[in-house]
């Protein structure tokens, strides 16, 4: 399974960014999906996951700002982003897994893609 993200890039502070997770198999296939980030010198965060009914979860850090979507129609996990600060400067990848409901943070993800840069100046 590859997942591969786009839609990063640099935005000033206020802005908005769509980041697109493409996955290579039905995205309605796994149980739970996320977004992390992860910025310099930092430890990786969860941003927000969403399962296979819908059901979605934002960190407190984002929330109001930030929206985990789907569809399964493309195969692709999406993250609009609005209002951006320069603390959300990150490289974002996204996650999925298959065997586990979504735990928040802490699910067994079995699957990464290789990240987009993310940064607000």
């Known amino acids: 399974v590859q997942l591969v993200e786009s839609g990063g890039g640099s935005v000033q502070a206020g802005g908005s960014l769509r980041l697109s997770c493409a996955a290579s198999?039905?995205?309605?296939?796994?149980?739970?999906m996320a977004w992390f980030r992860q910025a310099p010198g930092k430890e990786r965060e969860g941003v927000a996951t969403?399962?296979?009914?819908?059901?979605?979860r934002h960190a407190d850090s984002v929330k109001g700002r930030v929206t985990i979507s789907k569809a399964n129609s493309e195969n692709t996990l999406y993250l609009q982003m609005n209002s951006l600060k320069p603390e959300d400067t990150a490289m974002y990848y996204c996650?999925?897994?298959?065997?586990?409901?979504?735990?928040?943070?802490?699910?067994?993800?079995?699957?990464w893609g290789q990240g987009t840069q993310v940064t607000v100046s």
């Open positions: 996650a999925a897994d298959s065997l586990y409901w979504c735990r928040g943070w802490t699910t067994p993800f079995q699957y």
């Open positions: 198999k039905y995205t309605a296939s796994f149980r739970c």
């Open positions: 969403i399962d296979s009914y819908g059901r979605t």
